[in-house]
């Protein structure tokens, strides 16, 4: 199983929230976590005025990436954070329109790049879809 597919299983799969009226006419809806924070889709925490009044459609909750940058987001939320991540939105961006050369720019023109070299090149590297 793909860890994407064990993220949602782990964080309550789409028929588990529509039996809680937390997912319904094709949309994913805002709920509570188990701590009392505001969370939508599959465990995605709600943070920096993030609302979803209407709902959210999955696909605007997923990034449909080649397995070689689904790895690298892993790494990079590994090290960084998830809200370190969200920083970079020029790459996230250039994600989303699949344009991985402007992504890999972007990844490069930051501190996490500044600080290490080194691993992001060697990350950079095993991409094969660049």
Known sequence: M???????QYEGTKQYQQSRGMFRNDKFYQ?????GYPT????HLLTNGEVYPYGI??????LDLPQDWQDFMIIMIFQL??????KFKKMIAALKAKDY???IKQAKD???YKQTPNR???MIEVLTNK
Request: charged share 30%.
């Open 81 to 86: 954070g998830y809200a370190g991540v969200l």
């Open 101 to 103: 050369k402007e992504a």
């Open 40 to 43: 939508i889709g599959y465990g």
């Open 110 to 112: 930051s501190l996490w």
């Open 120 to 122: 992001l090149n060697q």
């Open 31 to 35: 709920y509570y976590d188990s701590l």
């Open 2 to 8: 793909e860890l994407a597919d064990r993220l949602k």
């Open 57 to 62: 459609s999955e696909d605007k909750l997923e």
